[in-house]
């Protein structure tokens, strides 16, 4: 079975500009989770989505949104792009909502994102 | 508010051997989760071991265990037998009352040959 995956795998942008971040979780995970982690730093939680509704957001501005699909995929979106949010930003996906289960996520590859 | 403290930014360890990398942390729930997460240079953050905090009962997985002392909020991963493929960066997580995973700072370990 394939993992999360997710794409693109690495991304150059300039300062305003937005950018879109794509997720795919393992089949059968309907709960999607985004995270920032900036070098050096453990992840910082963005959102979780399940069943395409949002369930949880991290204290980031509202630059940072996302949406999850039917198919349960998942979009990470960014506006007006700051030299700080140049960062690694992982997806996780997991059965059921965190909170009532003690399923684990599962995380991609992360997309390595550039602010120039 | 729930933190995750891992006082250790780098680490080494002789190949064989054994070592034992520090977590605290601080959360007002009496159900909550704690785990230890690997990430190696490829990136992808890998599930090492998992512990329920209403069981008392370390976990421990192959060479990998826990130290898990509740009423000092502390959560310690020992790795036994160390390998050079060990060498990562690990993070310890807390899930807790809300549905987001709170990260410590990560530990850098380097398994020396």
């Known amino acids: 079975d394939a993992g999360v995956t997710q794409s693109p795998t690495h991304l150059i942008k300039t300062r305003g500009q937005h950018v879109t971040l794509r997720c795919s979780p393992i089949?059968?995970?309907?709960?999607v989770s985004w995270y920032q982690q900036v070098l050096g730093q453990g992840p910082q939680f963005i959102f979780q989505y399940y069943e395409k509704e949002e369930r949880g957001r991290g204290n980031f501005p509202d630059r940072f949104s996302a949406r999850q699909f039917p198919n349960y995929s998942s979009e990470l979106n960014v506006n007006a792009l700051l030299l700080g949010d140049s960062a690694l930003y992982l997806c996780a996906s997991s059965l059921d909502l965190h909170q009532d289960s003690n399923q684990p996520q599962h995380f991609g590859d992360g997309t390595r994102l550039s602010i120039l | 508010a729930q933190t995750v403290t891992q006082s250790q930014p780098e680490m080494s360890v002789q190949e064989a051997e054994t070592v034992t990398l520090s977590c605290t942390y601080d959360?007002?729930?009496?159900?909550?989760?704690l785990f230890w997460y690997k990430q190696p240079p490829s990136r992808q953050m890998i599930l090492v071991i998992r512990q329920e905090a209403y069981k008392q009962q370390n976990a421990t997985e192959n060479r990998f265990s826990v130290n898990f002392q509740k009423a000092a909020k502390s959560f310690s991963l020992k790795i036994s037998d160390s390998q050079l493929g060990d060498t990562a960066m690990y993070f310890c997580?807390?899930?807790?009352?809300?549905?987001?995973?709170?990260f410590g700072t990560g530990t850098r370990l380097k398994v020396l040959a």
């Open positions: 997580a807390l899930l807790s009352g809300t549905y987001k995973y709170i």
């Open positions: 089949s059968g995970h309907k709960s």
């Open positions: 959360t007002s729930e009496n159900n909550y989760y």
